[in-house]
């Protein structure tokens, strides 16, 4: 039983410790593809702004366990993928499984987004979290959190085709 265990530890300890330099830069395979600008990221760039479409009912942030999608009602527990920024008028990108940093500040989003090798230097993998960011915002989420909770972000569901 012994040997079992430090055997799916070791498994697990080698899956963790993948880079985030060297982490794939495609889409999740059982999430909607985006814009791919870093490690497993999944972004509302996929469709050109103004796509239409319908939007949420209540656009929500969560961590990499939730689906994502068209939220139609308050008993949907999906996370947005088609999220913009009001404020900057960027899209918001999302790294399923990542967390950002402590130290990361509103000058080092304005100065390196959208360049996905300069994000990843603030990213730490952590499984089970998500980590979104404009241009001028960011967070990490674990749990499902509908935007309308934090009046700092100005964050939007930008519709779903």
Known sequence: MADEEDDLDA???DLLSVDV????LSPLSKRPPVESLSPVAR?????????????????SLGGS???VGLSLSSRDKKVCDRLRCTSCDFRVTCFSNYKWADD???MFFRNVYP????????????IGS??????????NATELLPIVTDPSLKWVCSGHI
């Open 65 to 67: 366990e939730f689906s």
């Open 11 to 13: 498994l697990l300890n």
């Open 115 to 126: 360049d996905s090798k300069q994000l990843a230097k603030k990213l730490t993998r952590e």
């Open 104 to 106: 990361c500040d509103y």
């Open 130 to 139: 998500s980590a979104y960011a404009c241009q001028c915002s960011w967070r």
């Open 21 to 24: 330099q060297e982490a794939s």
């Open 43 to 59: 972004d509302s760039g996929a469709f050109p702004v103004g796509a239409g479409g319908e939007k949420c009912f209540k656009a």
